[in-house]
């Protein structure tokens, strides 16, 4: 197949040829475009094109925009904290939980939504809190409530999706990101942490960080990440962002410097004070003020700057694009071996516990067997 | 193991206050990074006679010549042509497909003149379902070719709409966003172009043919587009020519009684055209396409294939049920595939077979022959020797007896010579 390619100013024209149609189109001479990399063409900007941005973006404007946050790790290492510094306001409504609350029993998840606004954008915010998480002494399987909840998310976007008569705007309350805190031992990857992000890597994206890194001193922080990395890479952990989706060679530069700092070193405060006539948010010790925002003293501006300014879209694009897409491919391909009736049990268990990185079936598989389980109008 | 949610009821989203920079402002221009990197689709559809200036427009339109050839006259049908064309204006990539209607309108009996077209246009809907419902979808970087505008060129006539203009506005109405222009307006008049515009539109509404309105629920277009529709259908003049009005270069056709000048207001509605479609609404005939009339599309499709929304249990189901069904006719016929094609390669095996073999006797045939021959060859050869040595034999026994004889003759001779000479020696004693 031959194109008449021409990649002059003004008036010549790339013109991409009539191809082959790959779609069975019943129009007897309807040739179908291709889209290869072939240079387009400039022209003179008085034709208007470009005002599609702005379209764009009034449009987006007007629609606000979603965004869902999934902390995880043990209690006390300052989630909470971390999620009112990073949105700058009392998500939660008390942070500090009381010292006579006893752990809860079993994990649960616990959300809740705000819409915040700035400069006429809305956000509509979603924060899920995994308290009890990894707190008890068997902590076995800790993470299934975890996965089932996100999986739960993606199922009712396809049972949206999949409707006749569907809504212009399906609610999003999938997770876009889930941040886990590792607990800053200074020495690895617990086994607990790396099952966990194993898993978890799979299903949506995790960016890890070293939470209450005000305990370490800079070189062994760097010790300390430098280890993280070595064992998220030897057991083939994939986190945000991840190596597979960069798109070209900007994003490849750009990520690889993030890639370099993961997992950032943070330290979070709602709390005020005064250092050199300005007002920061720190924590305040007997041996001087942290300051959250100062890059020299912890690496919050990074997450910061990762999760908001830089790449929500992204995270929410990758979570649409690939996870969500993952998650429906393997839900429409079990369907059919799932008989009308109660026959959820037919499906052969997976073993978790030998889950390798390779396979993507074995968590979800198990996932919607217990969802069904659980949900009696699935059952006839 | 349960998994207990605390999630509150949506009238309790509170709103937060701030207190300090987030910097989740940046949000939309996140968005549009994405957007530019991946490029746009904008689909347009001319729908309009032959002749009547449809290729013109667009090149006046995109400010590029498109090429191709005008159309004759003596198409059979009406056929449609589609081009794409990539098209950039500073960091905006336009991936633009301009579907052309060929013979519309030249036919004797144009009863069937806009099956094609609608055919095109669900064609273009169907492909992306089928997009859609696959279990291993591409969607982000779908090429969208469903129509996203369409510009119906109505006849310079300064009377009325055409029945076959009604007809076809009306069957297109529900599939996509329709412009009705009118095209070639420098032969109108200008009193009689506005008597033209308004009957049009009466007898658009009369007719209940749903053009596309623009939007006016946002405020920052709404009073240009408001402005804008009070003008429709836009009459249009398009020229690729450029001719020289006082000091610059325009677009614009040149006639002994004047200049007629594309970009003025004045003279033609071509600026509002260009403002309307691609510089305040272009996104808004996208999204309009997707959300409504594919989605109309969609479920028509759908409620055909069998399925119901009636109650949520059922649902999931029949598409399941649909899935496996498809799935095991596909298992089916790749089967019956499988055997055919089996069956086939037996059966050629099998005539190669019979042809070797029938080589292969050939072959131990010609191979015998030429033993047989070269055996005969052969003892000639040796019969031949066998002469030759008897005839050398005989040569050596005639030889062997010539001498014998020759020397006996000498003998005899030299005995009579001698007695000779003994007679003669006796003699003279």
């Known amino acids: 197949m031959g194109f008449n390619l021409s990649n002059s100013w003004n008036r010549d024209l790339c013109v991409l040829g009539p191809m082959d149609s790959l779609r069975q189109s019943p129009s007897p001479c309807s040739s179908r475009p291709s889209s290869p990399r072939t240079p387009p063409c400039e022209m003179p900007a008085s034709v208007g094109i470009e005002a599609v941005l702005d379209q764009l973006k009034i449009k987006a404007m007007k629609m606000g925009f979603e965004f869902n946050v999934m902390v995880v790790g043990q209690s006390g290492l300052g989630k909470s904290t971390m999620v009112n510094t990073l949105f700058k306001s009392k998500v939660w409504k008390s942070t500090l939980p009381g010292l006579g609350v006893p752990t809860p029993q079993t994990l649960q998840l616990h959300s809740v939504t705000h819409v915040i606004e700035e400069k006429g954008l809305k956000l509509k915010l979603t924060v899920t809190d995994t308290p009890g998480f990894g707190d008890q002494i068997n902590n076995d399987k800790c993470w299934e409530p975890i996965l089932s909840y996100i999986n739960e998310q993606y199922e009712q976007y396809l049972q949206e999706e999949i409707l006749i008569t569907r809504q212009r705007h399906i609610p999003d309350t999938r997770v876009h990101c889930c941040v886990y805190f590792v607990p800053p031992t200074g020495h690895c990857l617990r086994p607990l942490d790396i099952e966990f992000l194993q898993r978890l890597c799979r299903t949506v994206n995790v960016v890890p960080v070293i939470a209450r890194a005000d305990s370490l001193t800079i070189e062994e922080r760097e010790a300390f990440r430098s280890r993280i990395q070595k064992d998220l890479k030897s057991h083939c952990i994939d986190v945000y962002p991840q190596k597979r989706f960069d798109e070209d060679a900007n994003d490849r530069i750009l990520n690889s410097k ?55 879209q992204d995270l929410k694009d990758i979570t649409h694009n690939i996870h969500y ?56 | ?59 006046t339109l995109f400010n590029t010549k498109f090429e191709s050839d005008p159309a004759t006259h003596n198409e059979p ?18 991936k633009l497909t301009i579907v052309d209607t060929v013979g519309f309108g030249d036919q004797i009996n144009k009863d069937d003149s806009y099956k094609p077209i609608v055919e095109y246009i669900d064609a273009q809907f169907e492909a992306y379902l089928q997009e859609e419902l696959k279990i291993k979808r591409s969607l982000f970087n779908y090429h969208d070719t469903r129509i996203h505008a369409c510009l119906y060129f109505i006849a310079p006539t300064g009377h009325s709409l055409k029945s076959l203009d009604l007809v076809t506005m009306k069957k297109l109405d529900s599939k996509v966003n329709i412009i009705p222009i009118i095209a070639k307006a420098d032969t109108i008049a200008k009193n009689e172009l506005h008597k033209f515009k308004s009957k049009i539109m009466s007898e658009l509404v009369s007719n209940g043919v749903q053009i596309y309105q623009f939007p006016t629920d946002e405020e920052t277009v709404a009073e240009i587009n408001a402005t804008m529709s009070v003008h429709l259908p836009f009459a249009v003049v398009g020229s690729t020519e450029e001719v020289k009005i006082g000091n610059k270069m325009a677009k614009a056709r040149q006639y002994p009684w004047g200049v007629v000048q594309v970009e003025n207001e004045s003279h033609c509605d071509f600026v509002k055209l260009r403002e ?31 399925f119901k929304d009636t109650d949520p249990d059922s649902k999931p189901f029949s598409l399941q049920e649909t899935y496996e069904a498809k799935r095991n006719e596909f298992l089916g016929e790749l089967q019956k595939k499988e055997e055919e094609m089996r069956q086939m390669f037996v059966m050629r095996v099998k005539e190669k077979e019979a042809e070797l073999k029938e080589a292969e006797k050939e072959l131990h045939e010609k191979f015998d022959l030429l033993k047989r021959t070269h055996q005969e060859e052969k003892k000639k050869v040796e019969d031949k020797k066998k002469e030759l040595e008897e005839e050398v034999n005989n040569f050596q026994k005639k030889k062997a007896a010539a001498q014998l004889l020759q020397s006996q003759a000498q003998q005899a001779g030299a005995q009579q010579t001698k007695k000779d000479k003994d007679k003669k020696n006796f003699f003279f004693m």
């Not at chain 1, 993952?326 to 059919?336: D, F, I, K, M, P």
């Not at chain 2, 064309?85 to 960091?91: A, K, P, R, T, V």
Request: net charge neutral; aromatic share 6%.
């Open chain 1, 325 to 380: 897409e993952n998650y429906r491919v393997v839900r429409l391909n079990e369907s059919h071996q799932l008989p009308r009736g109660p026959g959820w049990v037919n499906l052969a268990p997976m073993n978790l516990a030998h889950a390798s990185a390779g396979q993507l079936t074995s968590p979800r598989t198990s996932k919607a067997c217990k969802q069904a389980q659980e949900e009696p109008k699935y059952d006839f």
């Open chain 2, 276 to 306: 309307m479609l691609i510089r305040v609404n272009m996104e808004d005939l996208r999204e309009q396409t997707h959300a409504r009339h594919y989605e109309l599309y969609r479920r028509c499709k759908l409620e055909e294939m069998g």
């Open chain 2, 77 to 94: 049908g009406v056929r449609l042509k589609a081009r794409s064309y990539e098209l950039q204006e500073s960091n905006v990539r336009l």
């Open chain 2, 1 to 59: 193991m349960a998994v207990a949610v605390g999630r509150p009821s949506n009238e309790e989203l509170r709103n937060l206050s701030l207190s300090g920079h987030v910097g989740f402002d940046s949000l939309p221009d996140q968005l549009v990074n994405k957007s530019t990197s991946q490029g746009f689709c904008f689909n347009i559809l001319c729908v309009g006679e032959t002749g009547i200036g449809k290729s013109t427009l667009m090149d």
């Open chain 1, 258 to 312: 993030i890639r370099e700092r993961i997992p950032f070193a943070v330290v979070g405060a709602d709390q005020e004070h005064l250092v050199n006539g300005r007002c920061v948010l720190g924590r305040k010790t007997n041996w001087g003020i942290i300051e959250v925002e100062n890059m020299a003293h912890c690496e919050f501006p990074l997450l910061r700057d990762l999760l908001i300014r830089s790449h929500l």
